[in-house]
């Protein structure tokens, strides 16, 4: 059984940054798929960006180039650092995991994929 834990975000002005963690504790999380989603008020969770147990990065169109998702394997934590945050970038944030299935091509962005989530993390960005 894998648990997750986020911990961060926070409110921030347009234009600002934060950062947000995901502890796994329960196993290594080193050969699974790794991702961050998000759900704003009356939306339904979407995908935000992927981390492969091979290094490899996933993210969706509305980030790329402003926020880079990491992950330290010694720690078993997975990171997303957020630039120049918009207010539509205002939700609950996700860590999410799944064991590693060797036929994906790359780490699925899909929400139902997932086993694995962690409780949410609140992510306000004002104008």
């Known amino acids: 059984q894998v648990q997750l834990v986020e911990s961060g975000g926070g409110s921030v002005q347009g234009g600002g940054s934060l950062s947000v963690s995901c502890v796994a504790s329960g196993t290594t999380i080193t050969h699974y798929c790794m991702g961050w989603f998000r759900q704003a008020p009356g939306k339904e969770r979407e995908f935000v960006s992927t981390?492969?147990?091979?290094?490899?990065?996933n993210y969706a169109d509305s980030v790329k180039g402003r926020f880079t998702i990491s992950k330290d394997n010694a720690k078993n934590t997975l990171y997303l650092q957020m630039n120049s945050l918009k207010p539509e970038d205002t939700a609950m944030y996700y860590c999410a995991a799944v064991l590693r299935y060797w036929g994906w091509i790359q780490c699925p962005s899909t929400v139902s994929t997932y086993v694995y989530w962690g409780q949410g993390t609140q992510v306000t960005v004002s104008s």
């Open positions: 981390f492969d147990h091979d290094g490899s990065t």
